[in-house]
């Protein structure tokens, strides 16, 4: 309490940037950088420093930054950005005694390895598009949450989409379709069922590879077979098909929620009467995101909440 007001504070270091490289061989893989943008936020029984001028049991941000580049140092073996978070807030959470909870929230740059005359190169890599990200909160009794994500993956098909039989009313302009372009920027979150540190395989769990595998499954999801693809009636349809296949093929994901926007292409016709510049027949189009349909939703298993 802060004299007749009740007073919570948090305090961190965002935006920090650290790159680390571990330089393995080529016969074990080449080497490995990830580049990463690290948000650190601490829960801490500093309140005084908030209501008088005694700061003794602030931890600076800029030490909080600082461990950052400590941590990244110490960690020898390659680790997923999840077990860098999971680090990062058991340190803050042990080493100091005023600090109850941390947040940890890091989003990668995407650096992909490059292939030169069919082979995977050893120390070469190329920017990549869509990100992967993750937000993990430690407590000091060890209470765990693990969520990780993917932002920014474009995905579009130019046929098996349609729309019909919604709303009518007197402000429905959309005619029934059973041809269109669907085409969508997915953000996905995903969380995991560890509740406490004491949860975390023993045995390392590859976070990186799940992340992989999720993408792939919403891709194969939203596709469908590549000679025949798969009809979408709707977004809402495909995303719930796609948040559906994550659940059913990896039990180690309790939850996913998934945004899709649906990024339009319209139909172009061009002219008059007199004078048809452009005639419409499912070939030229006008892209815009502005504005665009925006559909989410989360899935999750009994007992599980995102």
């Not at 461990?67 to 100091?96: D, N, P, Q």
């Not at 030169?116 to 598009?129: A, I, Q, T």
Request: contains cysteine; glycine residues 6%.
């Amino acid at each position: 309490m802060a004299g007749k007001f009740e007073l919570q504070g948090r305090h961190g270091k965002s935006r920090v940037r650290v790159s680390r490289v571990w330089r393995r061989p080529a016969a074990a893989g080449g080497h490995v950088i990830v580049e990463w943008s690290v948000a650190v936020s601490v829960v801490s029984d500093c309140l005084p420093s908030y209501t008088s001028s005694d700061n003794s049991a602030i931890v600076a941000t800029d030490s909080i930054k600082n461990t950052v580049y400590v941590k990244g140092k110490e960690c020898t073996e390659v680790v997923s950005m999840e077990e860098f978070a999971v680090i990062l807030g058991r340190h803050f959470t042990s080493l100091y005694p005023q600090v109850s909870e941390a947040t940890v929230t890091i989003v990668e740059r995407p650096w992909e390895r490059v292939v030169v005359d069919g082979k995977p190169h050893s120390h070469g890599f190329k920017v990549g598009v869509e990100k992967h990200s993750t937000e993990v909160i430690v407590k000091k009794s060890g209470s765990l949450l693990i969520n990780s994500g993917i932002q920014g993956y474009s995905l579009l098909k130019t046929t098996q989409s349609g729309f019909e039989g919604f709303v009518t009313d007197r402000y429905r302009l959309l005619p029934d379709t059973r041809e269109r372009i669907v085409a969508t920027e997915v953000t996905a979150w995903w969380r995991y069922p560890f509740e406490h540190v004491s949860q975390l395989p023993s045995k390392p769990f590859c976070f990186t590879q799940r992340y992989q595998d999720v993408k792939k499954v919403l891709s194969e999801t939203f596709f469908g077979p590549p000679d025949v693809g798969v009809y979408s009636p709707s977004v809402q349809n495909t995303l719930y098909l796609m948040a559906k296949e994550v659940l059913m093929r990896f039990p180690d994901i309790s939850s996913i929620q998934v945004r899709m926007p649906n990024l339009h292409f319209l139909p172009v016709n061009l002219g008059s009467k007199e004078n048809p510049l452009v005639k419409f027949a499912d070939d030229v189009y006008l892209p815009t995101d502005e504005p665009h349909g925006t559909i989410e939703a989360t899935l999750s298993r009994p007992m599980s909440k995102l």
